[in-house]
């Protein structure tokens, strides 16, 4: 039996893996630009800072930015029995960043969270709250696919080859399974799932790879990190990035493992995972 689904953001990267996903649901998807309806999915012009009126529907996924859809939903213009919302693993991690625009990042996540939660739990809606790592697989991430962007400018481009932090990059495909694997859960829910890719490795060596698929012409050049790190200390936009080469970003996903069936693949990029390069489509965090 189908399901009648309301969802935020499908025009993004997640949305893109999860749209082949919903098939056989009765989706209406809504967007700040007119789209074209296709079969099972009816497009709604709007956005969450007004939208009114959003109830009646067996559940919401939230793909975009989480600190507007948790005002919308604590203000009661969003009502589902199931909600599936998308936040980060930065809420763990920019606090502490030196850049305060990454610390409000954080902040914003942590609020959004916490309301988000409680509402749920007095509203006695269940709620899914899925934070991703580092994503990549779209080319429209603000991180790797930025990188394969410049790589691709130079014959040869500098990197941080051996910058030790560990990282857990996680495919776009992966995250549109959860998002399913959350609306089809049989167990009630308020709280929030870790969603880091199958493998744990070197912040410099997952650089080095995704410049080699995406940019496979562009010669690598190895810039000590903490060289590289002080460099971009003076940058506005790179110094929180910066300052997370030599850290281990890693996170436990034992609860998404249990509760979701989270497999995820490990970091092989190929070169179609870096086709678009839609950075500047990028969500905020």
């Known amino acids: 039996m189908s399901r009648s689904l309301l969802v935020f953001g499908l025009t ?3 949305g893109d893996a999860l749209l082949p996903l919903l098939a056989g649901e009765r989706v209406q998807a809504v967007s700040r630009r007119m789209q074209v309806n296709v079969p099972g999915v009816h497009w709604l012009q709007g956005d969450l800072s007004d939208w009114q009126g959003a109830s009646g529907f067996d559940a919401v996924l939230s793909l975009g930015p989480l600190d507007a859809f948790a005002r919308a939903v604590v203000q009661g213009r969003v009502r589902a029995d199931r909600i599936v919302a998308f936040g980060s693993t930065s809420v763990h991690v920019k606090h502490r960043s030196p850049d305060r ?10 609020e959004a969270e916490s309301c988000l939660t409680e509402c749920c739990r007095r ?7 899925l934070r991703p790592t ?20 130079w014959p040869f481009f500098p990197l941080p080859l051996d910058a030790p932090g560990l990282r857990q990059p996680v ?11 959350a609306l089809d859960a049989t167990v009630t829910h308020q709280g929030a799932f ?4 199958g493998e744990t490795l070197p912040f410099g060596a997952m650089l080095g790879r995704a ?4 940019a496979p012409k562009t010669r690598q050049v190895r810039v000590p990190w903490r060289l590289a790190a002080g460099a971009l200390r003076f940058s506005r936009t790179g110094r929180g990035f910066a300052s997370r080469f030599g850290e281990d970003l890693c996170f436990d996903t034992a609860q998404a493992k249990a509760f979701l069936g989270w497999s995820p693949r ?7 995972d870096f086709s678009l390069l839609q950075v500047r489509n990028a969500p905020p965090y």
């Open 12 to 14: 993004g990267q997640i």
């Open 101 to 110: 625009d990454e610390q409000d990042v954080a902040r914003r996540l942590a």
């Open 123 to 129: 509203e006695g809606m269940a709620l899914f709250v």
């Open 134 to 153: 580092l994503v990549w697989g779209a080319g429209r991430d603000a991180t790797l696919s930025r990188v394969v962007a410049l790589a691709r400018r």
């Open 171 to 181: 495919h776009v495909a992966d995250l549109a399974q959860a998002a399913l694997a």
């Open 194 to 197: 870790d969603l880091a890719g």
């Open 211 to 214: 410049v080699q698929a995406g």
């Open 266 to 272: 490990g970091f092989q990029p190929e070169v179609r």
